[in-house]
């Protein structure tokens, strides 16, 4: 008699669970299974022919194009992360600690979000009138007289690229940290400042680790959307400078779709990587 | 749908052979009249039996241009559904999609991927009408008498097929035929005369002087005969043919680019018309490849931009419409009416207008005014205001055309867009370009 109402309890778990392994099965797991599948087929001019070879892998491992796009890709990331890490912590614990109300902490929360109600596209495009070389910042400084020619390296160069990429994903730590520092126990600030604590030293030892949590999901978003950019890279470094999701673009618009697939299923097991590596240094799901 | 059945209906049914020929016969005949109405200028009768039918056509060239699809359909009454990709997606829908589509709309360059896939159907030059009117550059591969130059994809070279089924080009005319040219241009560089003033060759490009203020389309099947044009006139590489280069000279190429970009020569890459358009107006760019539309967009925002002749001539370009293999019946003979109108002057006149040539001239001519004539295509200055299709003045009176008239641009290409033997390799080498 009691068995019944358990393997029933069972059943409804399943139920509950169809609806998002469906979807994950046939929009993510069935695609990276064909790209996997197609990774290992050869290809022509203009087809693409099933097969089983390594060429599309050992063209990817074995070209230096490879290596040095990985390393300005890692590159890209390290500083974007690193910005954004800063930026995005000092926002959040402003947000958290200084703004007293909560109206006011939402206030500004949504004010952070402004830049996202333009598109992408518009946002990356309106830094050309900004820091072109007859841009607004040159012919500011021009005109105080700080400097006698324009500032070349403010557009089309990584400088750009980093600032843009900065603008676009900061949001992405901000959130993350914010909401784990809106779960710390205010008496724990209190309790450290009862001890002596200096303000530096209870950001360093109470909040930065009990806001472990929410840094490691911003870095995993900024690190995997930088890691897999094609877009802003190609218009904030006029297209001067290469990424690893445009290398697989270019492949793409060759018609090499096996190799496309191939460098695919490389970026994606480089960021599997550096995801992991990550999540070995902070436990989310514990700390959540 | 109400395509497809009929389709599969005449299939079925013991009587969509015949029905089909007397179709194909009445819209010879009306074919015939709409054709002399066509020469006069005034096309007024066009077949009947083809209204309702729909045509799906992509491209890269003419298949944005909305008003040429309202013009089809007031005149013919056929319905065009249009859809624009850029130059590679082209390739990949033409290559792997044959059935997605009734009329293509490509560039010559891309036959040599196209064709060998065998989705295109070779048209019978029978039912062109004004098929001895086209331009000799895509029949007989010369103009005014003297021959094109071949270098790299010259229409001619790809303009013939072997036979109705073939999927081989032909050396020599044949009745079958790749694609009846629509557009085509020959592409220099464009300046700003107001910061680079007077230049004449290809190799101001890579100019010192403009250092960090000069661009390069990035698509690399077109960015390397730039390249090439550019290395020429240095005299740093000598190519036997700048549309076919071997790997040493692909090499030599890239590693003149690769050294200029490294000095800090270029300040961007395009890659979209309106990339090459923005960093022209803003000043970022003062010297870059163009194309012959985006100088026009640079002056009508008020920025001086020159397409300038230089002395070792033009690269040039062409598009055409052809017919998919997998279009017959009715379909077919619509299709084949709408490539016979399209020659017929109206959509000649309105590409002229923008500055591209048309195929079939003496037509296009009539749709003009002698002004317009004139300035677009016989170099003189303008007597009044010279106005786009779309009633916006692009040039004041008096202007004249840069490189000047028809015979004297077109005559002085050099080479033609094109694919490679050595693509694959090419393309290789131009993605070790941008990321170095």
């Known amino acids: ?262 460098n695919a299923v490389v970026l994606l097991i480089v960021v599997l990587l550096i995801v992991a590596a990550m999540m070995k240094i902070v436990d989310v799901r514990k700390e959540l | 749908m109400a395509r497809r059945d009929r389709q599969s209906g005449q299939r079925r049914g013991g009587t969509g052979l015949s029905r089909r020929k007397m179709l194909k016969g009445a819209a010879a005949l009306a074919g015939v009249a709409a054709g ?170 890579l100019n010192p002087k403009f250092k960090g203020k000069a661009s390069i389309l990035n698509i690399s099947s077109i960015g390397i005969m730039d390249a090439a044009m550019v290395c020429e006139s240095m005299g740093e590489v000598k190519y036997g043919d700048k549309g076919n280069m071997t790997k040493e000279e692909i090499d030599k190429t890239m590693k003149v680019l690769t050294e200029a970009k490294k000095a800090g020569q270029f300040r961007a890459f395009w890659k979209t018309f309106d990339e090459s358009v923005n960093l022209m107006t803003s000043g970022e760019v003062v010297i870059q490849s163009m194309w012959s539309p985006a100088v026009t967009a640079v002056r009508s925002k008020g920025v001086p931009c020159e397409y300038v002749a230089l002395k070792e001539g033009y690269r040039a370009w062409a598009a055409g419409l052809g017919l998919s293999k997998a279009l017959s019946g009715l379909e077919r003979d619509a299709a084949y009416e709408y490539i016979n109108w399209y020659l017929s002057g109206w959509v000649g006149a309105f590409l002229n207008r923008q500055g591209y040539y048309s195929a079939v001239l003496e037509t296009a001519k009539a749709n003009m005014t002698a002004d317009e004539w004139g300035y677009w295509m016989e170099g003189k200055p303008a007597q009044s205001d010279i106005k786009d299709p779309f009633g916006k003045v692009m040039e004041k009176a008096g202007a004249v055309r840069d490189g000047g008239a028809f015979e004297t641009r077109m005559g002085a290409v050099a080479c033609w867009n094109a694919v490679m033997d050595e693509n694959r390799y090419m393309v290789q080498k131009w993605n070790e370009f941008v990321a170095a």
């Open chain 2, 36 to 205: 002399w109405g066509a020469i006069r200028g005034f096309p007024l009768i066009w077949a009947q039996n083809i209204k309702n039918v729909t045509l799906r056509q992509f491209g890269t060239g003419v298949s944005n241009i909305n008003e040429i699809a309202a013009k089809a359909k007031e005149d013919l009454g056929i319905t065009l559904e249009m859809a624009a990709l850029d130059s590679d997606a082209v390739v990949q829908r033409a290559v792997t999609q044959p059935r997605s589509f009734d009329v293509i709309d490509s560039e010559y360059w891309m036959l040599a991927k196209i064709v060998p896939s065998g989705n295109l159907q070779p048209m019978d030059t029978e039912k062109i009408k004004l098929f001895d009117k086209i331009v000799p550059i895509f029949t007989k591969g010369e103009l005014a008498g003297k021959p094109i130059a071949s270098q790299g994809t010259a229409p001619f070279k790809v303009s013939y097929l072997s036979g109705p089924e073939s999927k081989e080009f032909s050396k020599m005319p044949t009745r079958w035929f790749t694609l009846v040219p629509t557009i085509y241009n020959a592409d220099t560089l464009g300046i700003r005369p107001d910061l680079v003033g007077k230049i004449d060759s290809w190799k101001e490009l």
């Open chain 1, 1 to 262: 008699m009691k068995a019944r109402p358990e393997r029933w309890r069972a059943v409804v778990t399943y139920l509950q669970v169809a609806p998002l392994v469906t979807v994950f099965g046939a929009f993510l797991v069935f695609p990276i299974v064909l790209i996997t599948v197609v990774s290992f087929w050869d290809y022509t001019e203009y087809a693409i022919v099933p097969d089983f070879i390594w060429r599309n892998y050992a063209e990817v491992l074995a070209s230096a194009v490879t290596y040095r796009t990985y390393l300005s890709t890692l590159k890209f990331a390290a500083l974007t992360w690193a910005i954004t890490l800063v930026l995005g912590f000092t926002v959040a614990y402003f947000l958290a600690f200084h703004v007293r109300t909560l109206k006011w902490q939402m206030t500004l929360f949504l004010i952070c979000t402004i830049p996202f109600w333009t598109s992408n596209i518009i946002r990356m495009i309106s830094w050309i009138p900004f820091l072109g070389r007859n841009g607004i910042i040159n012919s500011a400084l021009m005109s105080t007289g700080l400097v006698h020619q324009p500032l070349e390296f403010l557009l089309f160069s990584e400088f750009s690229t980093v600032l843009a990429y900065v603008h676009l994903y900061t949001l992405f730590m901000v959130v993350p940290i914010f909401n784990s520092m809106m779960r710390i126990d205010q008496s724990l600030i209190e309790a450290a400042g009862d001890c002596c604590a200096t303000a530096w030293q209870t950001i360093c030892t109470v909040v930065m680790p009990l806001s472990k949590p929410g840094i490691a999901i911003g870095s995993i978003f900024v690190v995997t959307l930088v890691m897999g950019d094609f877009v802003t890279i190609r218009l904030m470094s006029g297209g001067q400078s290469a990424s690893v999701a445009l290398m697989i673009s270019n492949q793409l618009a060759y018609l090499q779709y096996p190799a496309a697939a191939a």
